[in-house]
C-alpha cells in the first residue's frame, strides 16, 4: 500500500497542488514522501524524506517550483526495507532522457528480474522492485522512453498501478489484473493521476474516470492517448481489502462507494449475529463505518467509546512490530465509564495480526466491562498478500491456523464473529471474479 500522485498542466505551476494531493494519500503511507520534476536543463529532479508528507517535503519550496509536470509518492515499505534509497519516486537520467517512476504494488516477479538484469551488467541502487521497471525500461535505449516503458512493462507481474513522468509527458499504467486503483481527474486544462479519487477534491479537480487495468495513458500538450498492454487475462482482481480498510471513506473505487461499502459490511455482519448487547463500539477511525452499519441493522445504539489521538499514524502501517505494539496505546484508550459493568460489541474493520485487538480489549477489560464481543467486518485474513501489503508469511496472521474461539481467547474477546467472503463480496456490489480475496481464501492468481 502506497500512494502515487501525478499532475500535468500546460500554464501552471503544480508542484504544490502534488504535495497537497500526497497530502490527502498520506493513510496509503506514511513512512517516506518524496516528488519528482524535469528541470529546465532537461535534467530529472527530486526531493525525499522520511515521514511524513509535511516532515518528508517543503510547502513553502515546492509552491515555487516552476514546474508543470510532477510526480510524487507516499511509502508503506513493502517490497524492500525501510531506508531514504528506498522512498520514491526513483529517478534516472539515462541515454534516452530524464525518467521517474512512483509505484503503488509489488511485482511478483522481482526476483527472476533483479537477477536478468543483473546478469545483463545492471547495477540496483535500492532494494525496491520498482527498480526493475526503471532498469527493464533503461535496457532498451533504442526505443524512446515510453515505448521503452511500455515493453517493459510486459515482463512485469504482479501489481503496478504507477505514475511515470518523461520528457514525453506523465504517464498513467495499472497492471492488466487491476490489483491497487488508479484515477484520472481534471481541472480546466490540467490533468491529475491519482491512488483515489478523495486526493482532487482538495485541488478543485474532478473525477474524470479510472484507468482501466491493462492500460497505458501519456499525457501532454496533445491531451489524453490510451494505450493497451498486450497481456490477456482471464478475469481482473482489484483488491477486496481496498473496501475493507486501505482507502479512505470519500473515494469511490470501481465504481463503488468506500463508505457504502463498509457501512453495508457492517449491517450484513450484524444481520448475520447480533448478541445481546447494550452499545455498539468501533475502533476508530478504521472501524467506525462499518460500527454505524452494525448499529443500524442491530438497533443497538452507537457510542463512541474509544478515542483514537488524532496525532498518532494508522498502527498497521508502521514497520516494525515494537513501533506498532508501542503504537497502539498512544493512539487508542476506551471511555472507562461507558465500559464499566455494561455488555458492548466492538466493532473493527479486520483482524491482521491482532496486535490492536488485543491491546484495546484489555485495555476496556481493565475498566471492569462486563463482556465484550468482537465483530470483524471482513472475513479472517488467514494467508499472505504478495501484491503490494505488508502480510508477508502466514506465522504473522492471528487466524492462520487458529480457530475462531482459539483467536476469541488470545485476543481476550467473549466472543468473536466475521463477515462472511460472501458478504463481503456482495457488500462490495462487484462480480466474485473482478476481485482479489486472496488473502481470506488463499486463491492467488496465476501469472
Ligand atoms: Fe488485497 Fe488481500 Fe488480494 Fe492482497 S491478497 S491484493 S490484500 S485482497
Same mark, same amino acid.
Given at each position: 500500500?502506497?500512494?502515487?500522485?501525478?499532475?500535468?498542466?500546460?500554464?501552471?505551476? =503544480?508542484?504544490?497542488?502534488?504535495?497537497?494531493?500526497?497530502?490527502?494519500?498520506?493513510?496509503?503511507?506514511?513512512?517516506?514522501?518524496?516528488?519528482?520534476?524535469?528541470?529546465?536543463?532537461?535534467?530529472?529532479?527530486?526531493?525525499?524524506?522520511?515521514?511524513? !508528507?509535511?516532515?518528508?517535503?517543503?510547502?513553502?519550496?515546492?509552491?515555487?517550483?516552476?514546474?508543470?509536470? !510532477?510526480?510524487?509518492?507516499?511509502?508503506?515499505?513493502?517490497?524492500?526495507?525501510?531506508?531514504?534509497?528506498?522512498?520514491?519516486?526513483?529517478?534516472?537520467?539515462?541515454?534516452?532522457?530524464?525518467?521517474?517512476?512512483?509505484?503503488?504494488?509489488?511485482?511478483?516477479?522481482?526476483?527472476?528480474?533483479?537477477?536478468?538484469?543483473?546478469?545483463?551488467?545492471?547495477?540496483?541502487?535500492?532494494?525496491? $522492485?520498482?527498480?526493475?521497471?526503471?532498469?527493464?525500461?533503461?535496457?532498451?535505449?533504442?526505443?524512446?522512453?515510453?515505448?521503452?516503458?511500455?515493453?517493459?512493462?510486459?515482463?512485469?507481474?504482479?501489481?503496478?498501478?504507477?505514475?511515470?513522468?518523461?520528457?514525453?509527458?506523465?504517464?498513467?499504467?495499472?497492471?492488466?489484473?487491476?490489483?491497487?486503483?488508479?484515477?484520472?481527474?481534471?481541472?480546466?486544462?490540467?490533468?491529475? =493521476?491519482?491512488?483515489?479519487?478523495?486526493?482532487?477534491?482538495?485541488?478543485?479537480?474532478?473525477?474524470?474516470?479510472?484507468?482501466?487495468?491493462?492500460?497505458? !495513458?501519456?499525457?501532454?500538450?496533445? /491531451?489524453?492517448?490510451?494505450?493497451?498492454?498486450?497481456?490477456?487475462?482471464?478475469?481482473?482482481?482489484?483488491?477486496?481489502?481496498?473496501?475493507?480498510?486501505?482507502?479512505?471513506?470519500?473515494?469511490?473505487?470501481?465504481?463503488?462507494?468506500?463508505?457504502?461499502?463498509?457501512?453495508?459490511? /457492517?449491517?450484513?455482519?450484524?444481520?448475520?449475529?447480533?448478541?445481546?448487547?447494550?452499545?455498539?463500539?468501533?475502533?476508530?477511525?478504521?472501524?467506525?463505518?462499518?460500527?454505524?452499519?452494525?448499529?443500524?441493522?442491530?438497533?443497538?445504539?452507537?457510542?463512541?467509546? =474509544?478515542?483514537?489521538?488524532?496525532?498518532?499514524?494508522?498502527?498497521?502501517?508502521?514497520?516494525?512490530?515494537?513501533?506498532?505494539?508501542?503504537?497502539?496505546?498512544?493512539?487508542?484508550?476506551?471511555?472507562?465509564?461507558?465500559?464499566? $459493568?455494561?455488555?458492548?460489541?466492538?466493532?473493527?474493520?479486520?483482524?491482521?495480526?491482532?496486535?490492536?485487538?488485543?491491546?484495546? =480489549?484489555?485495555?476496556?477489560?481493565?475498566?471492569?466491562?462486563?463482556?465484550?464481543?468482537?465483530?470483524?467486518?471482513?472475513?479472517?485474513?488467514?494467508?499472505?498478500?504478495?501484491?503490494?501489503?505488508?502480510?508477508?508469511?502466514?506465522?504473522?496472521?492471528?487466524?492462520?491456523?487458529?480457530?475462531?474461539?482459539?483467536?476469541?481467547?488470545?485476543?481476550?474477546?467473549?466472543?468473536?464473529?466475521?463477515?462472511?467472503?460472501?458478504?463481503?463480496?456482495?457488500?462490495?456490489?462487484?462480480?466474485?471474479?473482478?476481485?482479489?480475496?486472496?488473502?481470506?481464501?488463499?486463491?492467488?492468481?496465476?501469472?
Amino acid at each position: 500500500m502506497c500512494g502515487v500522485f501525478g499532475a500535468y498542466s500546460p500554464s501552471d505551476f =503544480v508542484a504544490e497542488e502534488v504535495y497537497l494531493g500526497l497530502s490527502a494519500l498520506q493513510h496509503r503511507g506514511q513512512e517516506s514522501a518524496g516528488v519528482a520534476w524535469i528541470d529546465g536543463g532537461g535534467r530529472m529532479n527530486s526531493i525525499k524524506g522520511m515521514g511524513l !508528507v509535511h516532515e518528508a517535503l517543503s510547502q513553502s519550496a515546492l509552491s515555487e517550483a516552476p514546474v508543470r509536470s !510532477v510526480i510524487g509518492h507516499v511509502r508503506y515499505s513493502t517490497n524492500g526495507s525501510s531506508m531514504l534509497q528506498n522512498a520514491q519516486p526513483i529517478c534516472a537520467n539515462y541515454a534516452r532522457g530524464p525518467v521517474a517512476i512512483a509505484h503503488n504494488g509489488s511485482l511478483t516477479n522481482f526476483n527472476e528480474l533483479r537477477t536478468t538484469l543483473e546478469n545483463r551488467g545492471a547495477i540496483f541502487q535500492s532494494t525496491g $522492485d520498482t527498480e526493475a521497471i526503471l532498469q527493464l525500461l533503461a535496457h532498451q535505449p533504442k526505443l524512446k522512453p515510453f515505448d521503452a516503458l511500455r515493453n517493459a512493462l510486459t515482463e512485469a507481474r504482479g501489481a503496478y498501478s504507477l505514475v511515470v513522468l518523461m520528457e514525453e509527458g506523465l504517464v498513467a499504467a495499472r497492471d492488466p489484473w487491476g490489483f491497487r486503483p488508479l484515477v484520472l481527474g481534471r481541472r480546466g486544462d490540467n490533468y491529475y =493521476v491519482a491512488s483515489e479519487s478523495c486526493a482532487f477534491g482538495l485541488l478543485g479537480a474532478s473525477f474524470v474516470r479510472e484507468i482501466e487495468p491493462g492500460e497505458v !495513458v501519456l499525457i501532454n500538450g496533445k /491531451g489524453t492517448s490510451s494505450y493497451r498492454l498486450p497481456i490477456k487475462t482471464d478475469r481482473k482482481w482489484l483488491c477486496s481489502f481496498e473496501y475493507v480498510y486501505f482507502a479512505r471513506p470519500d473515494s469511490v473505487i470501481g465504481g463503488q462507494s468506500v463508505y457504502r461499502t463498509r457501512r453495508e459490511m /457492517g449491517r450484513k455482519l450484524a444481520s448475520r449475529d447480533t448478541p445481546k448487547a447494550d452499545f455498539v463500539a468501533a475502533f476508530p477511525d478504521s472501524g467506525t463505518t462499518a460500527a454505524l452499519g452494525y448499529s443500524e441493522a442491530s438497533g443497538m445504539p452507537y457510542e463512541s467509546a =474509544v478515542v483514537r489521538s488524532r496525532y498518532v499514524g494508522r498502527t498497521f502501517v508502521q514497520p516494525t512490530q515494537k513501533v506498532r505494539e508501542l503504537g497502539v496505546r498512544i493512539k487508542l484508550h476506551p471511555c472507562g465509564e461507558l465500559f464499566r $459493568d455494561r455488555e458492548a460489541v466492538l466493532v473493527d474493520d479486520s483482524l491482521v495480526r491482532g496486535t490492536t485487538a488485543g491491546h484495546v =480489549v484489555s485495555m476496556i477489560r481493565e475498566c471492569k466491562a462486563r463482556a465484550l464481543h468482537l465483530r470483524i467486518s471482513s472475513p479472517p485474513v488467514r494467508y499472505p498478500c504478495f501484491y503490494g501489503i505488508d502480510t508477508p508469511s502466514s506465522g504473522d496472521l492471528a487466524a492462520a491456523g487458529q480457530t475462531t474461539a482459539d483467536v476469541a481467547r488470545t485476543v481476550g474477546a467473549d466472543s468473536l464473529h466475521y463477515l462472511s467472503r460472501e458478504d463481503m463480496i456482495e457488500a462490495i456490489g462487484l462480480p466474485p471474479d473482478s476481485l482479489c480475496t486472496a488473502c481470506f481464501d488463499g486463491r492467488h492468481p496465476d501469472f
